[in-house]
């Protein structure tokens, strides 16, 4: 069977293996104060344009979003967020564990606008009674979306402008941020992703890595105490150079962009072959994740040859989830795309 299930099946890329081989035996400093974690962070400021930017490495997505979310509220408020955010579906309850609400706003497709946003802040503060209410402390959003869409440079300006009046620090979830940013619809840059939010993550689980994601913090009244965080939180990894190995890595050379354009390619020769077929999409996606509405016999037709993820059935036909990654195989996609032309009505 080929899987297509998701983008973090296989393991680590090649040259991450090879680095760790290769340094497996050095004796360095632990919890992330070794030289490979310096050159890693040196590499994501300069990819970043922040040279003052603190980064910080954690071990995955969940852990990432609990501790920065943590280190953001006080103990009365709430992050906003789509309904269909991570955070708040497929976290299980860790922000309210953590002692905050998250705050959802009705989505069509994964986004929220800043109208949305400036409206759920305004309603809250023109309350007569928002004291005894949570109060809305910060903007969570995921790029790309759990639905594989992209918010534009003007659509995140506008949110960022929305959070700079309310004074709510504006995060970004990057668990797939490599293939946001290599999608051929994106028009944001890494740059201006941190120019216009105040804290971000780049994912490296689903974009390369073995495990990781690296922390950029680039307003500086966030990063004070981060690392108690990370430590409370239990995720200052004592062989910290692990993550630190995977980064410098990835940032090296264009690793990270180079893989990140290979599972989009994919996909969209995936949504191509769908599309030549005339099999409805929902969402339309332009990035490593794509959203065909198959009957259940084309279902069944592929399951035959392939683990496809399913999202949901009505009236005799199935939401799935094809996911591509940095690690598939231009084969696999061959074989998908010759059974897609070949699926029955």
Same mark, same amino acid.
């Given at each position: 069977?080929?899987?297509?299930?998701?983008?973090?099946?296989?393991?680590?890329?090649?040259?991450?293996?090879?680095?760790?081989?290769? $340094?497996?035996?050095?004796?360095?400093?632990?919890?992330?104060?070794?030289?490979?974690?310096?050159?890693?962070?040196? !590499?994501?400021?300069? &990819?970043?344009?922040?040279?003052?930017?603190?980064?910080? +490495?954690?071990? @995955?997505? *969940?852990?990432?979003?609990?501790?920065?979310?943590?280190?953001? !509220?006080?103990?009365?408020?709430?992050?906003?967020?789509?309904?269909?955010?991570?955070?708040?579906?497929?976290? *299980?309850?860790?922000?309210?564990?953590?002692?905050?609400?998250?705050?959802?706003?009705?989505? &069509?497709?994964?986004?929220?606008?800043?109208? %949305?946003?400036?409206?759920?802040? #305004?309603?809250?503060?023109?309350?007569?009674?928002?004291?005894?209410?949570?109060?809305?402390?910060?903007?969570?959003?995921?790029?790309?979306?759990?639905?594989?869409?992209?918010?534009?440079?003007?659509? /995140?300006?506008?949110?960022?402008?929305?959070?700079?009046?309310?004074?709510?620090?504006?995060? /970004?979830?990057?668990?797939?941020?490599?293939? @946001?940013?290599?999608?051929? =619809?994106?028009?944001?840059?890494?740059?201006?992703?941190? #120019?216009?939010?105040?804290?971000?993550?780049?994912?490296? $689980?689903?974009?390369?890595?073995? +495990?990781? =994601? &690296?922390?950029?913090?680039?307003?500086?009244?966030?990063?004070?105490?981060?690392?108690?965080?990370?430590? %409370?939180?239990?995720?200052?990894?004592?062989?910290?150079?692990?993550?630190?190995?995977?980064?410098? $890595?990835?940032?090296?050379?264009?690793?990270?962009?180079?893989?990140?354009?290979?599972?989009?390619?994919?996909?969209?020769?995936? #949504?191509?072959?769908?599309?030549?077929?005339?099999?409805?999409?929902?969402?339309?996606?332009?990035?490593?994740?794509? +959203?065909?509405?198959?009957?259940?016999?084309?279902?069944?037709?592929?399951?035959?040859? +392939?683990?496809?993820?399913?999202?949901?059935?009505?009236? @005799?036909? #199935?939401?799935?989830?094809?996911?591509?990654?940095?690690?598939?195989?231009?084969?696999?996609?061959?074989?998908?795309?010759?059974?897609?032309?070949?699926?029955?009505?």
């Amino acid at each position: 069977m080929i899987y297509f299930t998701c983008d973090y099946a296989e393991g680590a890329h090649p040259k991450i293996l090879q680095r760790m081989a290769e $340094t497996n035996l050095e004796q360095t400093p632990g919890y992330g104060l070794d030289v490979h974690c310096e050159r890693a962070r040196a !590499l994501i400021r300069a &990819a970043c344009g922040k040279p003052e930017a603190e980064v910080h +490495f954690l071990v @995955g997505g *969940t852990q990432t979003n609990l501790t920065v979310i943590a280190s953001v !509220l006080r103990p009365h408020q709430g992050v906003v967020a789509a309904a269909t955010g991570h955070i708040g579906v497929h976290e *299980t309850g860790a922000i309210e564990a953590g002692g905050h609400k998250v705050l959802t706003l009705p989505t &069509a497709d994964g986004k929220i606008t800043a109208a %949305q946003i400036d409206a759920c802040f #305004r309603s809250h503060f023109e309350d007569p009674t928002h004291e005894h209410m949570v109060q809305p402390g910060m903007v969570y959003l995921s790029f790309p979306t759990e639905t594989g869409l992209l918010y534009s440079k003007s659509e /995140l300006t506008a949110i960022h402008e929305v959070c700079r009046r309310y004074g709510a620090p504006l995060y /970004l979830d990057g668990a797939r941020l490599g293939y @946001g940013l290599a999608s051929p =619809e994106n028009d944001l840059t890494l740059q201006d992703i941190a #120019r216009l939010c105040d804290v971000f993550y780049i994912g490296g $689980t689903k974009v390369g890595a073995l +495990f990781g =994601e &690296a922390v950029v913090i680039t307003d500086p009244a966030l990063g004070s105490d981060f690392r108690y965080l990370i430590k %409370q939180r239990g995720g200052m990894l004592a062989k910290g150079r692990l993550l630190g190995i995977q980064f410098e $890595t990835l940032f090296e050379n264009g690793l990270y962009d180079e893989i990140s354009r290979h599972a989009v390619n994919c996909a969209m020769r995936i #949504r191509r072959a769908l599309e030549q077929r005339g099999i409805p999409m929902h969402p339309v996606s332009p990035t490593n994740q794509q +959203f065909p509405v198959l009957t259940q016999a084309q279902f069944d037709a592929l399951s035959q040859q +392939f683990v496809l993820d399913i999202w949901g059935a009505e009236d @005799g036909s #199935r939401s799935c989830r094809i996911c591509t990654s940095w690690a598939t195989r231009e084969e696999a996609v061959d074989a998908l795309v010759g059974a897609i032309a070949s699926l029955p009505d």
